[in-house]
Nanobody, 124 residues
Framework: VQLQASGGGLVQAGGSLRLSCAAS????????VGWFRQAPGKEREFVAA???????SYRESVKGRFTISRDNVKNTVYLQMNSLKPEDTAVYYC???????????????????WGQGTQVTVSS
């Protein structure tokens, strides 16, 4: 599976962005796809993930602001980010794997395939 992340940019605090993760492969619908982010000098951290059954999990700090969804016809997973804050600034990565259970969706070590990052910058 090859992943291509896009949609990042510069936005003011309170603004919105929608990230896209486009994937190759006919079995994409069977994969769990996650979004992770990494700010300068910090470790990569979990943001949100969605399983093939559309069960979703979110980082506590983005609940109510971010929404993850998937379109299996387009082989794409989206991350709608609203009410953005300066602390959301980071490089955002999408990743995919099969066989992830709900309790391990936040574990980046479970994800086998990674896309390149897309920069999100939120100005105050």
């Amino acid at each position: 599976v090859q992943l291509q992340a896009s949609g990042g940019g510069l936005v003011q605090a309170g603004g919105s962005l929608r990230l896209s993760c486009a994937a190759s492969g006919s079995t994409f619908r069977t994969y769990t796809v996650g979004w992770f982010r990494q700010a300068p000098g910090k470790e990569r951290e979990f943001v949100a993930a969605i399983r093939s059954d559309r069960a979703a999990s979110y980082r506590e700090s983005v609940k109510g602001r971010f929404t993850i969804s998937r379109d299996n016809v387009k082989n794409t997973v989206y991350l709608q980010m609203n009410s953005l804050k300066p602390e959301d600034t980071a490089v955002y990565y999408c990743a995919a794997a099969q066989g992830i259970i709900i309790t391990t969706m936040k574990d980046l070590a479970r994800y086998r395939y990674w896309g390149q990052g897309t920069q999100v910058t939120v100005s105050s």
